[in-house]
């Protein structure tokens, strides 16, 4: 699976971004697809996660009824909507690919290169 970020950019605070990540190279409807972000001088921080059916849907707190995820499975892209940015959601954001459970506890096979995301206060 190879998967490709895009969309970052720079924000003020209180703004939105949308993050897609496009798949390709294997069936893209059965894999379990999520986000990740790292800020500078900071852990690796799961997002959020959609299942390979888009029933399951779960975010972090640090993001929960700001950050909502979805995936088109006829264009093989997932998408990260970030409204109300705060300033600590700076950071690079990476999407992941997993045919198991993706979460805080477990590293997805697949990643992406990651986008940058800055929010300005």
């Known amino acids: 699976v190879q998967l490709q970020a895009s969309g970052g950019g720079l924000v003020q605070a209180g703004g939105s971004l949308r993050l897609s990540c496009a798949g390709s190279?294997?069936?893209?409807?059965?894999?379990?697809m999520g986000w990740f972000r790292q800020a500078p001088g900071k852990e690796r921080e799961f997002v959020g996660y959609?299942?390979?059916?888009?029933?399951?849907?779960d975010y972090a707190d640090s993001v929960k009824g700001r950050f909502t995820i979805s995936r088109d499975y006829g264009a093989n892209t997932m998408y990260l909507e970030m409204n109300s940015l705060k300033p600590e959601d700076t950071a690079v954001y990476y999407c992941?690919?997993?045919?198991?459970?993706?979460?805080?506890?477990?590293?997805?096979?697949?990643w992406g290169q990651g986008t940058q995301v800055t929010v300005s206060s």
């Open positions: 190279g294997r069936t893209f409807s059965g894999y379990h």
């Open positions: 959609i299942s390979w059916s888009g029933h399951s849907i």
């Open positions: 992941v690919a997993d045919q198991g459970a993706i979460s805080a506890s477990h590293d997805p096979d697949y």
